[in-house]
């Protein structure tokens, strides 16, 4: 990416840290294997438990539950999915519940479970992405196995009320997961404050590498591996330590619960100066997900009469990186399933939207630098547009 180029993809993924960089740098010297015995990889192992302890302790776990390293968010959602084979057989309970905007990698790994005569029930949200709990409450049942469903969602930003979920869920003991990649580093929460069984977590979202995750299981549940033929993480996810990844998510993870306060203050003014412009100087707008609980970085809008990817090629020619709704839904030509899902299914919203999403390293000067250029290119594509109303 060339310098003058403005990020604003940060959902998608995040620039590494250069401290994480350079911890990675480090580790790539210590090349040794995490399960060997002699002193250079135990040295290894160390790194390894040194990165869990300081990922919990931004995640609010405690010391005895289990934290597994992963490939990343899929991973992690897949096992929790995966899990549900033995724990249904175990359990009999048959129901598993998940809200309509879920990341693929639940709603896919959910959709799998049919194959093994479980059934999965999708949860409706209101306009502004909101799990409609009322709903929730009369479909679970003495037969919820496991109800999933995202702390903070990635393409509108809408931070779900999950306490409350546990809380109703728990009068059914039905197991509950979030998948937290988008909150983590972005949202103040604990894991034991939530009471959730299961958390998905990914360290290229705070500034951290890609492949690498997590996943956090309660010690109670059941949990079952994805991946057989290895001993490590108590044979919950075989497969020799990728300890520079492992090291270098520690190191995002510590930056991140050091800078947290000061870095979402500057964030969170960012994106308001970014909506406040945009509403200001772009006529018929829409602000998509909640207007209170949401992350602080994420802006997700409708310009009426203007098409997404047009919107985004005419900013990515002149050096601004957005994207239309999640970097998966990028190559499909298919509607966001997020946006129609909080628009009735309107698809004027779903093709007519925009995400920015911003992070610690983005400036004043680059926010209004957007500002200057995003009106004109609304008002050629509106001029172009036969849905214009
Ligand atoms: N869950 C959410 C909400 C995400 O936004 C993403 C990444 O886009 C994932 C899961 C997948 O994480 P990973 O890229 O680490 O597999």
Redesign the pocket.
Known sequence: MSMNRIYLDN??TTKIDDSVSKAMDYVEKHYENASSMHESGRRSRKMIEDARLSIKKLIGANEDDKLVFTS????S?NTVFHSMISAYKELGKNEVVISKIE?P?VIESAKELENYGLKIRFLDVDAEGRVDIARFEKILNKNTLLVSV?LAN?EIGTIQDIKKIVKLSKKHQTLVHS?A??ALGKVRFSVEDLGVDYA?F?A??IHGPKGI?ALFIRSDVPVSPLLFGGHQENCLRGGTYNTQAIYGFGEAAKIVTRDFNEDAVRIRRLRELLKEGICSRIPDVKINGSQDDSLDNTLSVTFWGAEGESMLLALDNEGVEVSTG???AAFGTKPSHVLMAISNGDPEVAHGSIRFSLSKYNTKEEIERVLEILPPIIDRLRSFSTVRR
């Open positions: 959902n998608a990343g968010g899929t991973e959602n990341h990698s995202m990635n998948d990649v988008q998905t990914s290229h979202k995750g999640s970097a998966c």
